[in-house]
T-cell receptor, first 115, second 116 residues
Framework: DAGVIQSPRHEVTEMGQEVTLRCKPISGHDYLFWYRQTMMRGLELLIYFNNNVPIDDSGMPEDRFSAKMPNASFSTLKIQPSEPRDSAVYFC?????????????FGQGTRLTVV | AQSVAQPEDQVNVAEGNPLTVKCTYSVSGNPYLFWYVQYPNRGLQFLLKYITGDNLVKGSYGFEAEFNKSQTSFHLKKPSALVSDSALYFCAVRDTGGTSYGKLTFGQGTILTVHP
């Protein structure tokens, strides 16, 4: 398996524009996580899914953020409208939740810059 | 609610010396604990985990971690540090019960610097 795949790797956009980040989890994994990493806040959990269903979205900062998982092999994180303070690295991760095989595997991240 | 704390923002150690990166946790059920490493401009890489069994867990690149239930700690250790170990290290805990089942929460990270 190629691992967790995120796209794009880098995104530069203007304030007010819509941004969509994409994630393809590892095949067979039933959990998917979205994290945001900044110098000030560290690594924050935004939302996670189990079997394509959102379980906890309490980390989503505002209504401008939304996430979907239409099927087991694809998820999106959308920011509309984007603001400069949304600039960060966004990570997607996936895992099994089966006994010993419970560690999460991370994608390479999307570096978002909002100007 | 579960939580993880890494009390040290930075750890500095000389090459060849032993290193310890500290982590304490708080969970309501059985703890599933993890260590990850992040190199610059990269994603997080899994190092090791504690699920059950032996309190001393061995992982990748010569790292190990000691689970201590009474002190609710899961410190990362290595007997002899390498310059190439310099990176950002994260401790994490996975929720095993309640409405947040499966939730994976990370500490704030510790920057490890190994000096030649």
């Amino acid at each position: 398996d190629a691992g967790v795949i995120q796209s794009p790797r880098h995104e530069v956009t203007e304030m007010g524009q819509e941004v969509t980040l994409r994630c393809k989890p590892i095949s067979g994994h039933d959990y998917l996580f979205w994290y945001r990493q900044t110098m000030m806040r560290g690594l924050e959990l935004l939302i996670y899914f189990n079997n394509n269903v959102p379980i906890d979205d309490s980390g989503m900062p505002e209504d401008r953020f939304s996430a979907k998982m239409p099927n087991a092999s694809f998820s999106t994180l959308k920011i509309q409208p984007s603001e400069p303070r949304d600039s960060a690295v966004y990570f997607c991760a996936s895992s099994f939740n089966a006994g010993m095989n419970t560690e999460a595997f991370f994608g390479q991240g999307t570096r978002l810059t909002v100007v | 609610a579960q939580s993880v704390a890494q009390p040290e923002d930075q750890v500095n150690v000389a090459e060849g010396n032993p290193l310890t990166v500290k982590c304490t946790y708080s969970v309501s059920g059985n703890p599933y604990l993890f260590w990850y490493v992040q190199y610059p401009n990269r994603g997080l890489q899994f190092l090791l985990k504690y699920i059950t069994g032996d309190n001393l867990v061995k992982g990748s690149y010569g790292f190990e971690a000691e689970f201590n239930k009474s002190q609710t700690s899961f410190h990362l250790k290595k007997p002899s540090a390498l310059v190439s170990d310099s990176a950002l290290y994260f401790c994490a805990v996975r929720d095993t019960g309640g409405t947040s089942y499966g939730k994976l929460t990370f500490g704030q990270g510790t920057i490890l610097t190994v000096h030649p």
